[in-house]
C-alpha cells in the first residue's frame, strides 16, 4: 500500500471536550501540535500527580488530538491509518464516528476508516484516557508518542505486515528464503501476478520469483521460495541488508501494489552447554535492558536520538538490546537492523496479576493474544530480533499461560527462541523456566545464585541473565563504603574500600560510581558467571540508559533512579568504560575517581582504579611513579593514593610499549563553559542536536563539582525539546530553558531546519556555590552556529543586592569576587532587548556532610537505629489490650489505656522493589530501651499483620511468657 506521513498539521487539548460538535468547532482550547507528542514533559512533576513515584511524577490526564483533512472526492481505494504507538485507552473517531479502540498504549494498530470519510474536509480524532495511572511500573508517557501513516490501497492490496520472510542460510553461501505474502481482495480475480524481487544493499537485483495467483475475496496467502547463492551474512559487525519488493498487479493493469522489506540472513544456533552462536561464531549477549524513554523527550523519541543511544552503546561494547518491558517504536528495530544490535524482543511486565493499580492485568484477558500477535507479526522480519521474551518477574507465573504463550508465537514464528525473565528461585519459577527455550533469570530476585544447580537439573537448556546486574551508579559522585538496597537478602559481597568513608558531599540517595553499590551482585562479578558458565549465553544489564520513573518510593524529590550505564542526559558513567574493558577489543584506559575533591583532607588514602584491557598499567601523581600493575584476569586496578592537589596520570602498556594514557587535573572555581553541538542527522531537512555544556576552570579544567545554573536563548528556527542534566533530583521541567549543570555537565536537545540560519546560545553565572572565605564570579556567554553564520552582540547587567537588574543596573566586563552569601541575578540583552533573566546563588559556608549509615554492608554501633523506617510500619498497631504506635522517627510507644511508654526505637527494610521477591516482606528490629533487640517481621507484604519475636523474652519488663507478639490493623 502506498504510505505517507501523516505527522503534520495535528492539534491538542488537555481539556476534555464533551459532545462531538465542541470537538468540530472548538477554536480556543486546541492547540498546534507536532506529533510524536508526549503531553508528560511539558508539565512540572509534582508529588501528587497520579503517576507517582513509578511514573516519575509526571502529569496525565485526558487528552484529544485533531486534524483536518480535505479530500475532493471519496476515495475509491481502501485507506487506512496507522498509528504507530498511542498511551493509553485511546479511541479513534473519524467524522464524528467511533471506528476503534485499544487499550495497550505500546501496540501499533492499522485502522481501515474507507468507509468513514467523505467528500470535502474530515475530522481525524483521536481520545486518550490517561486518568488511570499508574499503569505501569515505570515512566510511559501520554499521547500519540509514535509516528502516524495513512495508507492507501487498490481493490487488492498486500495486507500490512501481511509479507514474513523467513532466510535460512544452509551452507557454501547459498541460502534459502521462503516468503509468505497475504493478498487482501475485495472482489475474485484470476491470472493476478505476483512478483518478488531481491535485491542487494545497493539495488542490484539478486534473485526475481514470478507466477500468476487466483485471489478470493478476503485474504489470500501464498508461500514462495526463493535462494541467494553468494549470500552476505548479517551480524553485529557488519550488519548486511537486503531489500524484498513483493508486487501484485491484475492482468489489466487496474489494480497493483507493492510492498518494500528490509531483510538480513543470519543463522542462530543455542547449543547445549556451549551457548549462543550467530552466524557459526561464538557470541555472548554482551547486552542491557532498555525502557522506552528518551529522557527529556519523554515517550516521543526522535529516530536520530535513538540512533545516538544505539551506536552510543556499540561503542560501550554493547552488542544486544532487551526491551523492557513492552514493545518499542519501530524505527528503533530498524535502526538495530542498520547498526547491528540484536534485540530480545519483549511483550509484557505482568500478565493476569496487574502489579500497579492499573497495570496490563486489568486488561489481560481481552488483550494478551491480540497484543502477542500484533507484536510478532510487526517484528519478524527484523533479523536483530533474536529471541522473543514474554514477560518479565510476573506474579504467581502460571505455566499453563507460559505454554499458551509460547504456542501463539509459534504459530506466528517458528524461527526464533523464547525466553522470559523470571526473579524468582521457587517452584513455580523453576516449572516456568523449564518450559522456555532459553530460561531466564533476574539477578533482583535472587535468580544468580542458582544457575548452577539449576543446570543440574537441566543440563541440555541454556540459560541468560534477562535482568542481571542490578547495580547503581551515579555520574562524578563516589563513595568507598559499599551500598546494598536490601538489608536482608542474599549478595555476592563487595569488600569496603577503606576503613572509614573519606567521601561526604552531595545526595542521600545518589550512589558510588566505585562498582561498589548494588542489589545482588556488581557489574564485575556478574560479569565473571558469564565467563565462567558455558551454559549461560550472556547477561542483559538493568540498564543501559538511565530512565525516567521508578524512582525510589520515598526519596522525593527524585523523578529517576541511578541504574544506567548513561544518564538520562547522553553522559557515559565510570560503568561505560568498565564494560568497555570487558566487552570490547579495542584497547582503552580509564582512570576513577576524578581529581578534585575540595573538602578531602591532604595524605587522605584515595581507592584510585582504573579499567583497561590492556597488559600493564603505571599510575603517577603529579609526576611521581605510584608503581605498575599487571591486568590478568582482574576488572579493575586499584591503587591506594595519598591525597594531593595536582595531577593524576595513568600510562597503559601492552608489550612493553606505551598504548594510552589518561589524566585528571584537579579544577578549581567554575570561570567559563564550553559549549559544543552534536548534529545528529536524520533522513529529512529537519535535524536534531544536543548542546552539551562543560564547567571549566580558568585553566581549562573541567570541574567534576561544578552545578551553575545556564540559560538558552535560541534563533526563532529552533524549537527546544527538552534539557537535561542527568540528575535524578533536578525536577525542572524537561522543556525547561533554565538548566544547572551536574557535576561539571549539563544539556539542550534542540531541533532545527538546515535551510535557514540557527544559532543557539547559552549564558551561564560561574562561581563556587558554597564557598570557604571568597568566590569570583564570571558570567560566559558561548554560542553555536549550527547553519549560516552572523553576528550576536550582548550586553549583560547584574546585581548582587537580590534587586531585578535592569540597563541601570552594573554591567558586567569582567569577573568579580563576592565574601558573603549573594544571590547574583543578571539580564541579558540583545539588540537593546531583553532576551533572558538568570539568577542563582552563591553561599558562604560549606554543605552539611551526606552520611548513609543504612545501606553499609556491616552494622554501625548507634544508641538508636538510623533506619530504614518503612511507611509499611508507620502508625498504631493493636495487641490485646495494647496499642503499639511506630513513629516516622523511629520511637515506639507502647499505649495501654492512657499511659504512654516508649519503649524503644525501631527500623524496618521493606522490599524497596518488592515485585522482586513478592513472598518476601523485609525485616526489622525494635531495639528496647532495657538494651536488648528484638527481631520484627511482617507476615507478607500486604502489611496487616506485624510479628514481634519474643522468643527469648527480651520483652520481659513489657509483656510475660509470650514467645511471639502478633500486631494488627
Same mark, same amino acid.
Given at each position: 500500500?502506498?504510505?505517507i506521513?501523516?505527522?503534520?498539521?495535528?492539534?491538542y487539548?488537555?481539556?476534555?471536550?464533551?459532545?462531538?460538535?465542541?470537538?468540530?468547532?472548538?477554536?480556543?482550547?486546541?492547540?498546534?501540535?507536532?506529533?510524536?507528542?508526549?503531553?508528560?514533559?511539558e508539565?512540572?512533576?509534582?508529588?501528587s500527580?497520579l503517576?507517582?513515584?513509578?511514573?516519575?511524577?509526571?502529569?496525565t490526564?485526558?487528552?484529544?488530538?485533531?486534524?483536518?483533512?480535505?479530500?475532493?472526492?471519496?476515495?475509491?481505494?481502501?485507506?487506512?491509518?496507522?498509528?504507530?504507538?498511542?498511551?493509553?485507552? #485511546?479511541? $479513534?473517531? !473519524?467524522?464524528?464516528?467511533? @471506528?476503534?479502540?485499544? *487499550?495497550?498504549?505500546?501496540?501499533s %494498530?492499522?485502522?481501515? +476508516?474507507?468507509d468513514?470519510l467523505?467528500?470535502?474536509?474530515?475530522?481525524?480524532?483521536?481520545?486518550?484516557?490517561?486518568?488511570?495511572?499508574p499503569?505501569?511500573?515505570?515512566?510511559?508517557?501520554?499521547?500519540?508518542?509514535?509516528?502516524?501513516?495513512?495508507?492507501?490501497?487498490?481493490?487488492?492490496?498486500?495486507?500490512?505486515?501481511?509479507v514474513?520472510?523467513?532466510?535460512?542460510?544452509?551452507?557454501?553461501?547459498? #541460502?534459502? $528464503?521462503p !516468503?509468505l505474502?497475504t493478498? @487482501?481482495?475485495?472482489? *475474485?480475480?484470476?491470472?493476478v501476478? %505476483?512478483?518478488?524481487? +531481491?535485491?542487494?544493499?545497493?539495488?542490484?537485483?539478486v534473485?526475481?520469483?514470478?507466477?500468476?495467483?487466483?485471489?478470493?475475496?478476503?485474504?489470500?496467502?501464498?508461500?514462495?521460495?526463493l535462494?541467494?547463492?553468494?549470500?552476505?551474512?548479517?551480524s553485529?559487525?557488519?550488519?548486511?541488508?537486503?531489500?524484498?519488493?513483493?508486487?501484485v498487479?491484475?492482468d489489466?493493469?487496474?489494480?497493483?501494489?507493492?510492498?518494500?522489506?528490509?531483510?538480513?540472513v543470519?543463522?542462530l544456533?543455542?547449543?547445549?552447554?556451549?551457548g549462543?552462536?550467530?552466524?557459526?561464531?561464538?557470541?555472548?549477549?554482551?547486552?542491557?535492558?532498555?525502557?522506552?524513554?528518551?529522557?527529556?523527550?519523554?515517550?516521543?523519541?526522535?529516530?536520530?536520538?535513538?540512533?545516538?543511544?544505539i551506536?552510543?552503546?556499540?561503542?560501550?561494547?554493547?552488542?544486544?538490546?532487551r526491551?523492557?518491558?513492552?514493545?518499542?517504536?519501530?524505527?528503533?528495530?530498524?535502526?538495530?537492523?542498520?547498526?547491528?544490535?540484536?534485540v530480545?524482543?519483549?511483550?509484557?511486565?505482568?500478565?493476569?496479576?496487574?502489579?500497579?493499580?492499573?497495570?496490563?492485568?486489568?486488561?489481560?484477558?481481552?488483550?494478551?493474544?491480540?497484543?502477542?500477535?500484533?507484536?510478532?507479526?510487526?517484528?519478524?522480519?527484523?533479523?536483530?530480533?533474536?529471541?522473543?521474551?514474554?514477560?518479565n518477574?510476573?506474579?504467581?507465573?502460571?505455566?499453563?499461560?507460559?505454554?499458551?504463550?509460547?504456542?501463539?508465537?509459534?504459530?506466528?514464528?517458528?524461527?526464533r527462541?523464547?525466553?522470559?525473565?523470571?526473579?524468582?528461585?521457587?517452584?513455580?519459577?523453576?516449572?516456568n523456566?523449564?518450559l522456555?527455550?532459553?530460561?531466564?533469570y533476574?539477578?533482583?530476585g535472587?535468580?544468580?545464585?542458582?544457575?548452577e544447580?539449576?543446570?543440574?537439573?537441566?543440563?541440555?537448556?541454556?540459560?541468560?541473565?534477562?535482568?542481571?546486574?542490578?547495580?547503581?551508579?551515579?555520574?562524578?559522585?563516589?563513595?568507598?563504603?559499599?551500598?546494598?538496597?536490601?538489608?536482608?537478602?542474599?549478595?555476592?559481597?563487595?569488600?569496603?574500600?577503606?576503613?572509614?568513608?573519606?567521601?561526604f558531599?552531595?545526595?542521600?540517595?545518589?550512589n558510588?560510581?566505585?562498582?561498589?553499590?548494588?542489589?545482588?551482585?556488581?557489574a564485575?562479578?556478574?560479569?565473571?558467571?558469564?565467563?565462567?558458565?558455558?551454559?549461560?549465553?550472556?547477561?542483559?544489564?538493568?540498564?543501559?540508559?538511565?530512565?525516567?520513573?521508578?524512582?525510589?518510593?520515598?526519596?522525593?524529590?527524585?523523578?529517576?533512579h541511578?541504574?544506567?550505564?548513561?544518564?538520562?542526559?547522553?553522559?557515559?558513567?565510570?560503568?561505560f568504560?568498565?564494560y568497555?574493558?570487558?566487552?570490547?577489543?579495542?584497547?582503552?584506559?580509564?582512570?576513577?575517581?576524578?581529581?578534585?575533591?575540595?573538602?578531602?583532607?591532604?595524605?587522605?588514602?584515595?581507592?584510585?582504579?582504573v579499567?583497561?584491557?590492556?597488559?600493564?598499567?603505571?599510575?603517577?601523581?603529579?609526576?611521581n611513579?605510584?608503581?605498575?600493575k599487571?591486568?590478568g584476569?582482574?576488572?579493575?586496578?586499584?591503587?591506594?593514593?595519598?591525597?594531593?592537589?595536582?595531577?593524576?596520570l595513568?600510562?597503559?602498556?601492552?608489550?612493553g610499549?606505551?598504548?594510552?594514557?589518561?589524566?585528571f587535573?584537579?579544577?578549581?572555581?567554575?570561570?567559563?563553559?564550553?559549549?559544543?553541538?552534536?548534529?545528529?542527522p536524520?533522513?529529512?531537512?529537519?535535524?536534531?542536536?544536543?548542546?552539551?555544556?562543560?564547567?571549566?576552570?580558568k585553566?581549562?579544567?573541567?570541574?567534576?563539582?561544578?552545578?551553575?545554573?545556564?540559560?538558552?536563548?535560541?534563533?526563532?528556527?529552533?524549537?527546544?525539546l527538552?534539557?537535561?542534566?542527568?540528575?535524578?533530583?533536578?525536577?525542572?521541567?524537561?522543556?525547561?530553558m533554565?538548566?544547572?549543570?551536574?557535576?561539571?555537565?549539563?544539556?539542550?536537545l534542540?531541533?532545527?531546519?538546515?535551510d535557514?540560519?540557527?544559532?543557539?546560545?547559552?549564558?551561564?553565572?560561574?562561581?563556587?556555590?558554597y564557598?570557604?572565605?571568597?568566590?569570583?564570579i564570571?558570567?560566559?556567554?558561548?554560542?553555536?552556529y549550527?547553519?549560516?553564520?552572523?553576528?550576536?552582540?550582548y550586553?549583560?547587567?547584574?546585581?548582587?543586592?537580590?534587586?531585578?537588574?535592569?540597563?541601570?543596573?552594573?554591567?558586567?566586563?569582567?569577573?568579580?569576587?563576592?565574601?558573603?552569601?549573594?544571590?547574583?541575578k543578571?539580564a541579558?540583552y540583545?539588540?537593546?532587548?531583553?532576551?533572558m533573566?538568570l539568577?542563582?546563588?552563591?553561599?558562604?559556608?560549606?554543605?552539611?556532610?551526606?552520611?548513609?549509615?543504612?545501606?553499609?554492608?556491616?552494622?554501625?554501633e548507634?544508641?538508636i537505629?538510623?533506619?530504614?523506617?518503612?511507611?509499611?510500619?508507620?502508625?498504631?498497631?493493636?495487641?490485646?489490650?495494647?496499642k503499639?504506635?511506630?513513629h516516622?522517627?523511629?520511637?515506639?510507644?507502647?499505649?495501654?489505656?492512657?499511659?504512654?511508654?516508649?519503649?524503644?526505637?525501631?527500623?524496618?527494610?521493606?522490599?524497596?522493589?518488592?515485585?522482586?521477591?513478592?513472598?518476601?516482606?523485609?525485616i526489622?528490629e525494635?531495639?528496647?530501651?532495657?538494651?536488648?533487640?528484638?527481631?520484627?517481621?511482617?507476615?507478607?507484604?500486604?502489611?496487616?499483620?506485624?510479628?514481634?519475636?519474643?522468643?527469648q523474652?527480651?520483652?520481659?519488663?513489657?509483656?510475660?511468657?509470650?514467645?511471639?507478639?502478633?500486631?494488627?490493623?
Amino acid at each position: 500500500m502506498k504510505k505517507i506521513n501523516f505527522n503534520d498539521n495535528w492539534e491538542y487539548t488537555n481539556i476534555d471536550v464533551e459532545t462531538n460538535k465542541d470537538l468540530v468547532q472548538s477554536m480556543t482550547v486546541f492547540k498546534p501540535v507536532e506529533l510524536p507528542h508526549d503531553y508528560t514533559i511539558e508539565n512540572v512533576f509534582d508529588k501528587s500527580n497520579l503517576s507517582s513515584h513509578q511514573g516519575g511524577y509526571v502529569r496525565t490526564g485526558t487528552l484529544w488530538y485533531r486534524k483536518y483533512m480535505k479530500l475532493e472526492k471519496v476515495p475509491d481505494n481502501q485507506t487506512f491509518l496507522l498509528f504507530e504507538g498511542v498511551y493509553s485507552n #485511546s479511541t $479513534i473517531y !473519524v467524522n464524528g464516528e467511533k @471506528v476503534y479502540s485499544r *487499550e495497550y498504549g505500546y501496540s501499533s %494498530l492499522c485502522v481501515n +476508516i474507507s468507509d468513514y470519510l467523505k467528500q470535502g474536509v474530515n475530522l481525524i480524532a483521536v481520545y486518550l484516557d490517561g486518568s488511570k495511572e499508574p499503569s505501569t511500573r515505570w515512566f510511559n508517557g501520554q499521547g500519540i508518542t509514535r509516528n502516524v501513516w495513512i495508507m492507501s490501497g487498490d481493490n487488492i492490496y498486500i495486507k500490512n505486515d501481511g509479507v514474513f520472510i523467513k532466510p535460512k542460510y544452509v551452507e557454501d553461501g547459498k #541460502s534459502v $528464503i521462503p !516468503v509468505l505474502t497475504t493478498v @487482501v481482495s475485495l472482489q *475474485e480475480e484470476k491470472n493476478v501476478s %505476483l512478483e518478488i524481487d +531481491i535485491q542487494d544493499i545497493d539495488g542490484n537485483l539478486v534473485e526475481r520469483f514470478e507466477t500468476k495467483v487466483d485471489l478470493n475475496i478476503g485474504e489470500n496467502n501464498f508461500n514462495n521460495i526463493l535462494d541467494i547463492k553468494d549470500t552476505k551474512l548479517w551480524s553485529c559487525n557488519s550488519p548486511y541488508l537486503y531489500k524484498c519488493i513483493v508486487s501484485v498487479e491484475t492482468d489489466n493493469q487496474s489494480h497493483k501494489d507493492s510492498v518494500e522489506i528490509n531483510f538480513g540472513v543470519r543463522s542462530l544456533e543455542f547449543k547445549p552447554n556451549q551457548g549462543f552462536f550467530l552466524n557459526g561464531i561464538h557470541t555472548y549477549f554482551k547486552g542491557v535492558c532498555l525502557h522506552h524513554d528518551g529522557g527529556c523527550v519523554g515517550a516521543a523519541v526522535p529516530k536520530s536520538l535513538w540512533k545516538k543511544r544505539i551506536l552510543m552503546l556499540k561503542e560501550m561494547g554493547c552488542n544486544s538490546i532487551r526491551t523492557s518491558h513492552n514493545p518499542f517504536n519501530p524505527e528503533f528495530y530498524d535502526l538495530c537492523d542498520e547498526l547491528g544490535m540484536m534485540v530480545v524482543d519483549e511483550a509484557f511486565d505482568g500478565w493476569e496479576i496487574p502489579k500497579v493499580k492499573y497495570g496490563y492485568g486489568t486488561i489481560w484477558d481481552k488483550c494478551h493474544v491480540q497484543d502477542l500477535s500484533d507484536l510478532i507479526i510487526r517484528d519478524r522480519n527484523h533479523p536483530s530480533v533474536v529471541m522473543w521474551s514474554i514477560g518479565n518477574e510476573v506474579l504467581q507465573m502460571s505455566t499453563e499461560i507460559t505454554k499458551e504463550l509460547m504456542a501463539i508465537i509459534r504459530n506466528l514464528d517458528d524461527t526464533r527462541k523464547i525466553t522470559a525473565g523470571v526473579q524468582q528461585t521457587s517452584k513455580a519459577s523453576d516449572d516456568n523456566r523449564a518450559l522456555l527455550d532459553v530460561a531466564g533469570y533476574n539477578d533482583g530476585g535472587g535468580a544468580c545464585f542458582i544457575y548452577e544447580q539449576d543446570h543440574e537439573k537441566r543440563p541440555d537448556q541454556l540459560f541468560v541473565a534477562t535482568e542481571a546486574p542490578h547495580s547503581f551508579q551515579t555520574r562524578g559522585f563516589y563513595r568507598t563504603k559499599t551500598w546494598w538496597r536490601d538489608k536482608n537478602q542474599p549478595r555476592m559481597e563487595i569488600e569496603n574500600l577503606t576503613e572509614e568513608e573519606i567521601f561526604f558531599d552531595q545526595n542521600f540517595h545518589y550512589n558510588s560510581s566505585y562498582d561498589n553499590a548494588g542489589v545482588r551482585t556488581c557489574a564485575r562479578d556478574s560479569w565473571a558467571l558469564v565467563e565462567k558458565l558455558p551454559y549461560l549465553c550472556g547477561e542483559f544489564r538493568w540498564t543501559g540508559f538511565d530512565y525516567v520513573g521508578e524512582a525510589f518510593p520515598h526519596a522525593w524529590p527524585s523523578k529517576s533512579h541511578n541504574f544506567g550505564v548513561i544518564d538520562t542526559a547522553n553522559f557515559p558513567k565510570d560503568h561505560f568504560y568498565l564494560y568497555q574493558s570487558m566487552w570490547k577489543e579495542e584497547k582503552i584506559l580509564h582512570i576513577l575517581p576524578h581529581w578534585t575533591h575540595r573538602y578531602l583532607e591532604k595524605s587522605t588514602k584515595v581507592p584510585v582504579w582504573v579499567y583497561t584491557n590492556l597488559e600493564e598499567v603505571e599510575l603517577f601523581l603529579n609526576d611521581n611513579s605510584l608503581g605498575k600493575k599487571t591486568k590478568g584476569t582482574l576488572k579493575n586496578l586499584e591503587w591506594l593514593v595519598p591525597y594531593e592537589e595536582g595531577t593524576i596520570l595513568a600510562k597503559g602498556y601492552e608489550n612493553g610499549n606505551l598504548v594510552i594514557e589518561e589524566k585528571f587535573n584537579t579544577a578549581y572555581t567554575p570561570n567559563n563553559i564550553q559549549l559544543t553541538a552534536e548534529i545528529l542527522p536524520e533522513d529529512t531537512k529537519i535535524n536534531v542536536a544536543q548542546l552539551t555544556f562543560e564547567v571549566k576552570d580558568k585553566s581549562g579544567n573541567f570541574v567534576s563539582y561544578a552545578n551553575n545554573i545556564t540559560g538558552l536563548y535560541l534563533s526563532p528556527n529552533i524549537k527546544l525539546l527538552g534539557s537535561d542534566n542527568g540528575a535524578i533530583d533536578d525536577m525542572s521541567p524537561f522543556k525547561s530553558m533554565h538548566r544547572r549543570a551536574f557535576n561539571g555537565l549539563g544539556m539542550y536537545l534542540i531541533k532545527f531546519n538546515e535551510d535557514e540560519v540557527n544559532f543557539a546560545t547559552v549564558v551561564s553565572i560561574l562561581g563556587d556555590n558554597y564557598f570557604d572565605e571568597v568566590t569570583s564570579i564570571s558570567i560566559d556567554v558561548k554560542s553555536v552556529y549550527l547553519t549560516g553564520n552572523v553576528k550576536n552582540e550582548y550586553e549583560i547587567f547584574y546585581t548582587t543586592d537580590c534587586t531585578i537588574p535592569n540597563r541601570k543596573s552594573n554591567k558586567y566586563t569582567s569577573q568579580f569576587s563576592i565574601n558573603e552569601t549573594t544571590e547574583v541575578k543578571i539580564a541579558v540583552y540583545k539588540d537593546n532587548v531583553e532576551i533572558m533573566t538568570l539568577s542563582d546563588i552563591f553561599i558562604k559556608g560549606r554543605p552539611e556532610p551526606v552520611v548513609d549509615l543504612i545501606h553499609l554492608n556491616h552494622e554501625v554501633e548507634m544508641e538508636i537505629p538510623a533506619g530504614p523506617f518503612s511507611d509499611k510500619i508507620i502508625g498504631e498497631w493493636e495487641n490485646v489490650g495494647s496499642k503499639y504506635i511506630f513513629h516516622k522517627d523511629g520511637k515506639v510507644v507502647r499505649k495501654l489505656g492512657i499511659i504512654d511508654t516508649c519503649i524503644g526505637y525501631w527500623w524496618y527494610d521493606f522490599p524497596t522493589d518488592f515485585l522482586e521477591t513478592p513472598d518476601y516482606a523485609g525485616i526489622g528490629e525494635i531495639w528496647l530501651s532495657s538494651g536488648n533487640k528484638v527481631n520484627i517481621k511482617l507476615e507478607d507484604q500486604k502489611a496487616k499483620k506485624l510479628i514481634i519475636d519474643n522468643s527469648q523474652n527480651a520483652m520481659g519488663n513489657i509483656v510475660v511468657n509470650i514467645k511471639e507478639i502478633v500486631l494488627t490493623r
